[in-house]
Each structure stands twice: as structure tokens, then as C-alpha cells.
């Protein structure tokens, strides 16, 4: 039975992992859960799980939580603050850690993982996108171990081969049979959209997803495209993929999660219905499989299944974070604090949503930060761009 720590648990990520462990009493237990202030998901956890410990990263709803859980004479403990999820993120008796909290304050938890050694499921892609060097030298020195649940990089897990899935980030593809990896993406709910239309989108609007039921800041993030832009920096240190080795399609059916092309000619896909359920299970019960919850594919139902490349001129974030990779670290953790910002007037109605590619190209060309060599200094030029953002926010007029 492996036992489980989820950050991040009443978010999207972490309901999916908590509704595979119902599922599958006798493979997990959960010893430890984590959120930010939802008390009225986390009062069901812990009711029907009883885990060890609860931490809350606001405190008022850490105090709630401890009064609910005593008049129902639960006996989970319950912590507040970063530091203490920091905490549970390293337990000794940790098997896997589900790395589901959204932003960059997933970061001190999951290198809190994986400096005890732990299995991370990682789904914070933010923590890998501005810290990858340190991220994956981390991985190696302290014999942690990653499996992406994010969709597209999951499916590529899958279709690796058994000694590339072992090895994540260290070996080279093209020695190992693999010409390319393909991401696919659905391009969001404003895929179909003029250019003309996008500074009138609601937030409501990037909020409905066609396809996915996610959180509001990744929906945003995918209706910019930024999230595959971010997805994009992921594989190139997950995968240890060159910029020759990564492309890029919309896929607006999200059949197909990813691909990976072989040097023989060869293209391997894995397909599923939108679920994140399915990369979720996979990852949890690696390298077995188990049933995950999730309906099964029909594809006698899909008329045809399209790919087209990416308009950058329509979606400009997802070249800012390409070229943001290419420059280096510090650029893309500016670019990830701007965004966040940004999105987040977007959401509070602060800002238009053509404004979220300007703000953010905006930042990124006006900073200058030297490479960063530490975890410190990683946050340091994260906090100065989140000020920097949001001076930029208040100079606009809406």
C-alpha cells in the first residue's frame, strides 16, 4: 500500500487523486493533505479518509478546519502556514508526494519533496518551469523520483521507453530512438475567435473549457496558450529535449494527449478522453495500470480528428515563453511571476484579456536579472517581478 501526501488537495488535481483513492482503498492511504483556505472540501477529506495530518496555508481557515474536525471528534491534526506544508511534504513515511498546488507557491513544498527522497506526481509545472536546473539536479542528488501527471507530459511518460522513464532528464532522445516530441494542445475556448473579438472575452468565457473542467487560472492560461507555452519549458528539462526535438499542435478534440516520433518513421500517440483521471491513475500505480475512473474512448464517435500548428500572432504567450526558454532561467521565472499577475487581474476584471500578452511581454523585455544559481535568488527575482507587474497593472487605464 503506497501512502500519500497530496498538496493541493481540494483543487481540481487533487479531487481527481482523491476520487482514484476511493476507488482503490487497498492500494493507498493518505497520510497527509494539503490546501490553501477551501475548509468545506478539506472537512470532507478528512472525514472520509481520517488522514494524519492537514495543513492550510491560511491560518483563520487552518482554526476553522480544527473546530469542525474536533466537534466531529476526527482526530487529523491540523497545521498552518508554508513552512509546515513544507513539512508534510517530507514525512518519513511518505511513499509518493502529488505535487497538485497551482502557481509558484508549489515550489518550496515540492523541492521540500524532493530533498527527502521522495516519488513526486507532479502536476505544479511552475516549479520545474523556473527552477529546472536546480529542480533536476535536485531529483538526481537526492535520488528523488518525478512522474509528470500533467496530460501531454504523461502521455509522453507513457510512450517512453522503460529506461527513458526511469531516467527522466538525463539521457539523450536521439540515442534513444526518439527523433521528436510532439505536444498537443486544444488551443482553448477562444481558439475560433478574432483578434478583434479577444479584448471583449469575460473571464467567465476562459473559464468554460470545451473539452477539460480546470481551475480558473490554468483555464486562462490555456486560452492564452501560455500553459502550453509553460508545458513546452517542462518537457525540454523533463524530457531533456532540445529546441530541435520539441513541436507544438493544436489538437482541438484532445484525443490525442501527445506523441512521440521515432527515428525509424515510427509515431506513437497515446489516447484518451479528456480526463485527468487517466494520467493521474497511471502515474499513482506506475508501472502498473488500474482502472481510473474515467469513461473509456469511442473513437467510432470521432468524425475526424484535426492538427494545425500554432498562430503565434494569436497567441502571443505561447512564443513569449518559448523564446523566455531560450534566454535563459531568469527570464522564465519573470515571465511565469508576470503572468500570474496578470492573470490574476484578468480573473478580478483589472485588466482586458488582450492585455495579459502585453503586460507580460512588457515585463519581460524591461527586466534584467543575472542568471540565478540558487532557490533564494529564484524567489528574489519572482517577488520583484510580481512588483514590477503590478506597478505595470496600475499605469493602464482599463
Not at 37 to 57: G, R
Amino acid at each position: 500500500m503506497k501512502k500519500i501526501t497530496i498538496l493541493g488537495s481540494t483543487g481540481s488535481i487533487g479531487t481527481n487523486t482523491v476520487a482514484i483513492i476511493k476507488n482503490h482503498p487497498d492500494l493507498f492511504k493518505i497520510i497527509a493533505l494539503v490546501a490553501n483556505k477551501n475548509v468545506s472540501v478539506m472537512l470532507q477529506q478528512c472525514e472520509y479518509f481520517s488522514p494524519d495530518w492537514v495543513a492550510m496555508k491560511d491560518k483563520k481557515s487552518a482554526d476553522i478546519l480544527r473546530i469542525k474536525l474536533k466537534k466531529k471528534k476526527i482526530k487529523t491534526q491540523v497545521l498552518s502556514g508554508s513552512k509546515e506544508i513544507c513539512t508534510l511534504a517530507s514525512l518519513e513515511e511518505n511513499d509518493c508526494v502529488v505535487s497538485a498546488i497551482v502557481g509558484m507557491e508549489g515550489l518550496l513544498p515540492t523541492l521540500s519533496a524532493i530533498y527527502a527522497g521522495k516519488t513526486i506526481l507532479l502536476a505544479n509545472k511552475e516549479s520545474l518551469v523556473t527552477c529546472g536546473d536546480i529542480f533536476m539536479r535536485a531529483l538526481s542528488s537526492h535520488q528523488a523520483k518525478i512522474i509528470p501527471i500533467d496530460s501531454e507530459h504523461n502521455a509522453i511518460f507513457q510512450i517512453l521507453p522503460h529506461f527513458l522513464q526511469n531516467n527522466l532528464g538525463k539521457e539523450n532522445l536521439k540515442e534513444n530512438g526518439i527523433k521528436s516530441i510532439i505536444l498537443t494542445g486544444s488551443g482553448g475556448p477562444l481558439y475560433h475567435l478574432k483578434r478583434k473579438d479577444l479584448p471583449f472575452v469575460r473571464p467567465e468565457q476562459t473559464c468554460n473549457h470545451p473539452n477539460w473542467s480546470m481551475g480558473k487560472k490554468i483555464s486562462v492560461d490555456s486560452s492564452t496558450m501560455m500553459n502550453k507555452g509553460l508545458e513546452y519549458a517542462e518537457a525540454r528539462w523533463l524530457f531533456n529535449a532540445s529546441e530541435n526535438e520539441i513541436d507544438i499542435l493544436v489538437h482541438p478534440q484532445s484525443v490525442i494527449h501527445s506523441m512521440v516520433e521515432h527515428t525509424d518513421g515510427s509515431v506513437l500517440a497515446q489516447l484518451s478522453l479528456p480526463d485527468m483521471k487517466v494520467a493521474i491513475s497511471y502515474a499513482m500505480a506506475f508501472p502498473k495500470r488500474i482502472l481510473s475512473g474515467a469513461n473509456f474512448l469511442n473513437l467510432k464517435k470521432f468524425k475526424c480528428l484535426n492538427f494545425f500548428e500554432p498562430d503565434f500572432t494569436q497567441f502571443p504567450c505561447l512564443k513569449l515563453a518559448i523564446d523566455a526558454f531560450s534566454s535563459g532561467q531568469s527570464a522564465m521565472t519573470v515571465l511565469n511571476a508576470a503572468n500570474e499577475v496578470s492573470v490574476s487581474a484578468f480573473l478580478n476584471s483589472r485588466i482586458r484579456f488582450n492585455k495579459i500578452s502585453e503586460i507580460n511581454s512588457d515585463v519581460l523585455i524591461s527586466s534584467s536579472f543575472p542568471e540565478p544559481t540558487s532557490v533564494e535568488e529564484i524567489l528574489e527575482i519572482d517577488k520583484k517581478t510580481r512588483i514590477k507587474t503590478e506597478k505595470k497593472i496600475l499605469s493602464l487605464v482599463y
